[in-house]
């Protein structure tokens, strides 16, 4: 059972940046991705990347803001956001799934990290 451990998250101001991480805790073959969830919406694909890091994927939401990237030596995803939005505030889920392909949906991923927090105050 792979487990995962996210960390990163705090509160920071509009225009911040930030870098989530995720650990497994063991080696992952397939895609890995972030998801993110505000109090009373639905969770919402952040962005994924591929076990090679050679196919990421993105959503319209964070283009050009975020950038997803692996380190599969350290087990490890990161989530770079910059120029960070009052929108952006949410529990960040990292997720792995053994199959190839990004996916935007949650359900097509067996493994989740218990969420870290990212508050943006104007």
């Known amino acids: 059972q792979v487990q995962l451990v996210e960390s990163g998250g705090g509160l920071v101001q509009a225009g911040d940046s930030l870098r989530l991480s995720c650990t497994a805790s063991?080696?992952?073959?397939?895609?890995m991705a972030w998801f993110r969830q505000a109090p009373g919406e639905e969770r919402e694909f952040v962005a994924g990347i591929s076990w090679s890091g050679s196919t990421t994927v993105l959503a319209d939401s964070v283009k050009g803001r975020f950038t997803i990237s692996r380190d599969n030596a350290e087990n490890t995803v990161y989530l770079l956001m910059t120029e960070l939005k009052l929108e952006d505030t949410a529990a960040y889920y990292c997720a792995a799934r053994t199959g190839s392909g990004v996916r935007a949906n949650h359900w097509d991923y067996n493994y989740w990290g218990p969420g870290t927090q990212v508050t943006v105050s104007s």
């Open positions: 063991e080696r992952t073959f397939g895609t």
